[in-house]
């Protein structure tokens, strides 16, 4: 089966939708840009829009690419002393003169709903509960629980360590009981791994994947997003050894697609996080409940 995440995303940003009508506090959540990456401007806009929608609170606050380092971490300890912002976020990344993880540190671990803080991130990788979970390796689980993926005991492939989302997807896999490998561009041997795999996770931005090569009835999830010669979006997972979807389908037991897999279900994710910076105990079982287990 294909992974849907668009369509998965919509019914899960309605539920979500209906708590926030609930609270008397609406989550404001506050993002950072800096410079004028297009790319960024993209994403900023799509996640303020996304908010809006549902009834989050959003800011923007944009600075110059040559803003000094000290007056963002000002702004950012300001924001942690206003009660009115729940979710703090800065958009990555940052030009090359500001230290991304003095910025990062800035950040109070309860406002911050990406999950960068060295608190949140250390709490994951001791199997601890973090204010909140990495929202990409969140959207993630989300999405494989509602397909009835099974993760528990079997063999999970990593491609890719980023701190975003290779290393808290392992962790997050460790502990709902997967048997996790994590490979990299150091990594020996991949397609021998990857054979081994019953979900293949791949975060690189490449085409690192070819899919007869897997194992059969895997699952695959595509983490990766590039443009092709053509210009078209594509992900990590390389199809071109099969002549249709429907030999795919045949195949693998399911695969996220891109565009339409992982990517909105990240924005989900972050909406979720935006609102359990208002409600830290309140857990949407029917949405959430894979990521808290």
């Known amino acids: 089966m294909i992974l849907d995440g668009k369509a998965l995303s919509k019914k899960i940003l309605e539920e979500i939708k209906i708590e926030v009508a609930k609270l008397e506090k609406k989550p404001h959540l506050v ?26 609170n959003s800011t923007v606050i944009e600075f110059p690419a040559d803003v000094e380092e000290n007056v963002l971490i000002n702004k950012i300890q300001e924001l942690n002393n206003d009660e009115s ?10 030009p090359k003169h500001i230290d991304k993880d003095n910025v990062v540190c ?9 999950c960068f803080t060295p608190e949140n991130v250390g709490k994951l990788a001791l199997g601890m509960k973090p204010y909140f979970y990495p929202v990409t390796p969140q959207g993630i689980l989300i999405m494989l629980d509602y397909y009835n993926i099974p993760i528990e005991g079997k063999n999970v492939v990593v491609i890719g360590r980023s701190n975003i989302v290779g290393k808290p997807m392992a962790q ?19 397609d021998d791994i990857i054979k081994t795999a019953d979900i293949i996770i791949s975060a690189v931005g490449k085409k690192v994947v070819r899919c007869k090569m ?46 339409g ?13 935006s609102l359990l910076s208002v409600k830290h105990t309140c857990i949407l079982s029917s949405i959430a409940k894979s990521c808290f287990k």
């Open 85 to 94: 912002v729940t979710g703090i976020l800065v958009q990555m990344p940052l």
């Open 172 to 190: 997050m896999l460790l502990q709902r009981n997967a048997t996790v490998t994590m490979c990299h561009s150091h990594t020996k041997n991949l």
């Open 261 to 273: 897999g992982v990517g909105p279900m990240t924005i989900v994710s972050l909406m979720l996080n």
């Open 106 to 114: 800035a950040i109070d671990p309860k406002k911050d709903v990406d």
């Open 214 to 259: 897997v194992k059969y009835k895997s699952v695959l999830v595509d983490v990766g997003i590039s443009r092709d010669t053509n210009g078209k979006l594509t992900g990590d997972l390389n199809f071109s050894d099969f002549k249709d979807i429907n030999e795919i389908l045949d195949f693998v037991e399911a695969f996220s697609p891109v565009p």
């Open 31 to 56: 993002v950072i840009l800096v410079g004028d990456d297009p790319a960024s401007k993209i994403y900023v806009r799509n996640k303020k829009k996304t908010a809006l929608e549902i009834g989050i």
